[in-house]
């Protein structure tokens, strides 16, 4: 019993063992020097039980409580009763917490070794106070909507902007319609009856600015059940320089250049017609012939795109003012493959390919679509960036760092096929992506990061600042102060983390450079339920799997003794030591 008792204010225990030894000894002395009444030694037992039980009243007894009592079950949003039900015919004794966000779950010293969390689970950023515990998510239940909702929070006009999701458990014949700004209707798609549906819908964006479009589902009535933001900044394009080096003229270079030349950027095609002569194709851009490559006529451009056999044929110094304007002039290089590339690309690019059968394939998200393609894939390793993949998981198409610049290339061929065939936008899509992962990147003085630029008012907005400030001091658009933590292990590296108060756009900025802003969504915790729901599902499952590993020492529950007793001892010894004089008067 004596090992199982503890006191809540064991912190006092020195001091207040001192202080009631103190006063004892001035009650003795006090009674010693009044003339020694006879009843002395029971006086100072009276004194000394007084004292004692004052003292056990401000320590707080608490005595450990086995079994049961050392879990606990925490009740989140859309829990199953069934589950809880059952959880308490096999716990007796266990404890039941409703969660609320932010507050906090264990008091004094009751801290159980195992906890049981049902429904959609514990926001992340509550997870600190498990520490101690052994925790067991129980859930099996995905919420119904959209689970998941993926697109390009930066766009820049021109560009089709295609945004990607997965349904969970869709009803029947309800509509999921893409609005625009003014509440126009853009795209739509109808959902079916499978267990999960992945849904793309698409938009072209005309106009730079910030904007908030909006994912409704309606019902074939026409009633509206939800609607989502999806906040959207998009920029003015910034048009490129590209030089295409062929050796000949081919269809694949024909559909690629009036493309570019659409989108804006300053083209030269550069096409040889004999050895030694070239045919020069100029698009947005001044003459400027080309011959063999030199630093000073390769400067002006952000991308050079060369077939591999004109780049097989380049000689030594072509190839090393090449290889030198990609590592320090951040130059970037598509090479077109053909068979030989993909056997002999150790050379510059080093890139490795697996041999397949397959001469066709898809994109990712573009199942129903086949484009042609060599009998290899890229073979996924360190330092490979991939661009693009197929539902397989395949790399189709990928680039590698050099330096400043970069080096990339793609197994896909002939894909003018795809405008020929009425695809358009795919084709687009395929090689705005291509041109952009690899061309010339202008390097900011400082970079943003953050899981999306969609914040929730008075919730945890964690962002990350890349920068060369040595100690950014990072405001609000109101002119609020954020503290900036710097990474341990990377100096220009900062984390923090703001708690937004207003709904609509906001604004961070450096102090040091208010030129460089970060724009983020600040929207209502209503929107995109289900989402957030599956996140923390999965967020909770990964840290149940985490916890279950780890070995805690096992926690105790305590239970109060009833001080009732030890009052009435401390009042029974006041009240004779008060009557005891006036007794003997």
Known sequence: MIDNLTFLNAELMWPLSIGAILLWCVFIWKEWYSNKKPRFWIKVTISFLAIGALVILVLKPVISVPGDATKMVILTEGYDQVRLDSIKKVHKRI?????????????????????????????????WQFDNCKVKYLNDSIPSGVIRFTYDHKNTVGKQMIFNGLYHKPKKENQLVLEGPGGVYLDSVSLGDDEQQIFRLSTKLNLP???????????????????????????????????????????????????????????????????????YEYFNMERLPIGTFSEKNLQPFDLVIIDANSFKKLGKTSRAVLRNSIRENGLGLFIQSDQDFFRFSRNFGSFDFVTQKNVETNL??????????????????????????????????????????????????????????????????L???????????????????????????????KFKLRTSIAKPMVNTING????????????????????????????????????????????????????THYEKIVENNKYSAVSSKESKEENKAFRLVNPLGFFLIFLICIGYLWLEPKMVN
């Open 480 to 531: 609020y102060k954020i503290s900036m933590r710097e990474d341990i292990d990377i100096s220009n590296l900062w984390s923090a983390t703001t708690y937004p108060k207003t709904l609509g756009w906001d604004t961070l900025l450096i102090q040091q450079d208010t030129t460089e802003v970060f724009p983020y969504f600040v929207t209502h915790t209503s929107h995109w339920r289900s989402q």
């Open 431 to 461: 090689w705005s992506k291509l041109i952009s992962s690899i061309s010339n990147k202008e390097i900011p003085s400082a970079e943003w990061r953050s899981r999306g630029n969609i914040a929730y008012i008075n919730q945890p907005f």
């Open 209 to 279: 600015g910030k904007f908030v479009f909006s994912l409704i589902e309606k019902d074939t009535t026409g009633k509206i059940h939800s609607k989502n933001p999806i906040p959207l900044l998009v920029e003015d394009p910034i048009p490129l320089k590209i030089l295409i080096v062929n050796g000949f003229p081919t269809f694949e270079t024909k559909y690629l250049k009036n493309y570019l030349a659409e989108m804006g950027h300053q083209v030269l095609v550069r096409s040889q017609i004999t050895k030694g002569r070239y045919k």
């Open 364 to 429: 990712k998200g573009q199942s129903k679509i086949k484009i042609s393609k060599s009998p290899f894939f890229f073979k996924d390793e360190f330092l490979l960036h991939p661009i693009h993949k197929n539902t397989n998981n395949q790399v189709l198409s990928a680039y590698k760092p050099m330096g400043k610049g970069r080096i990339g290339t793609t197994v896909l061929e002939n894909t003018y096929e795809l405008v020929l065939n009425g695809r358009t936008k795919v084709y687009q899509e």
């Open 95 to 127: 404890k039941v917490y409703k969660y609320n966000i932010n507050q906090l779950i264990f008091k004094d010293i009751n801290i159980p070794d195992s906890v049981f969390i049902l429904g959609y689970g514990v926001e992340p950023f509550d997870f």
